[in-house]
Nanobody
Framework: QVQLVESGGGLVQAGGSLRLSCAASGRTFNNYAMVWFRQAPGKEREFVAG???????VYADSVKGRFTISRDNAKNTVSLQMNSLKPEDTAVYYC????????????????WGQGTQVTVSA
């Protein structure tokens, strides 16, 4: 079992920055792909960014160049640095984990955090 706890959400003006963190516990962190999804009201959950132990980070086109995902295997954490935020980035952001490589399909992730709200005002 893997437990995930997100932190770092909040309210920010458009053009601002936020940094989300996800702390993992319970299993060998190195073996897991760590990803961020987000879900806005009335919309489906969408992939944001993912990072696996042996692969380069991957990003949704909508955040490429603005968001950066990173992981610290010594601390069992994954972070999402969000810059140049836009109102359309407003959503609940979820950290998720699965063994192996990352995928953009949310049903492939058995482990989820509780989510953290990010609100970007115009």
């Amino acid at each position: 079992q893997v437990q995930l706890v997100e932190s770092g959400g909040g309210l920010v003006q458009a053009g601002g920055s936020l940094r989300l963190s996800c702390a993992a516990s319970g299993r060998t962190f190195n073996n897991y792909a760590m990803v961020w999804f987000r879900q806005a009201p009335g919309k489906e959950r969408e992939f944001v960014a993912g990072i696996a132990w042996s692969a380069a980070p991957v990003y949704a086109d909508s955040v490429k160049g603005r968001f950066t995902i990173s992981r610290d295997n010594a601390k069992n954490t994954v972070s999402l640095q969000m810059n140049s935020l836009k109102p359309e980035d407003t959503a609940v952001y979820y950290c998720a984990a699965r063994l192996g490589i990352s995928t953009r399909n949310n049903v492939m992730y058995p482990y989820w955090g509780q989510g953290t709200q990010v609100t970007v005002s115009a």
